[in-house]
């Protein structure tokens, strides 16, 4: 499926379903980081601090300006939790470690947490 398709797929289901609004900054390949951009659809494993909750969970994501986000740099996403309610309460200001297997790849902070509408 094309990026343009899933960032389709994923907006259309935010009335239903909600999401969560981030700012992310993917850590550089020096970093431990990815070696190449990703783009809206990308789905990963994401970390709470271990004192809120000890698992990962998955949720794509898209991306709100830009059309891919490359290592080092950073930009607005929206997370789309496959299982909400596996999650742990997020609120604004929470970090999340951004997971590729074992491997933290990026970090993002919580701007908002944005329910349903329908």
């Keep these: 499926m094309s990026a343009e398709s899933e960032h389709s797929r994923w907006t259309a289901a935010e009335p239903e379903r909600g999401y969560i ?3 992310l900054r ?10 190449n951009p990703i783009r809206s659809g990308y789905r ?5 601090p271990p004192d809120l909750h000890p698992d990962s969970h998955d949720a794509p ?8 986000l490359s290592p080092g740099e950073q930009a607005m996403v929206r997370l789309h939790p496959l299982v909400p309610d596996l999650w742990p309460p ?5 970090r999340l470690s951004m997971y590729e297997g074992a491997r933290i790849v990026g970090r993002a902070d919580v701007v908002e947490v944005v329910p349903p509408t329908r």
């Design 21 to 23: 609004r981030a700012r």
């Design 26 to 35: 993917l850590l550089t390949a020096g970093q431990g980081g990815r070696q």
């Design 44 to 48: 990963s494993h994401w970390g709470f």
């Design 61 to 68: 994501l898209t991306l709100e300006v830009v059309k891919t």
């Design 90 to 94: 997020v609120t604004s200001g929470l």
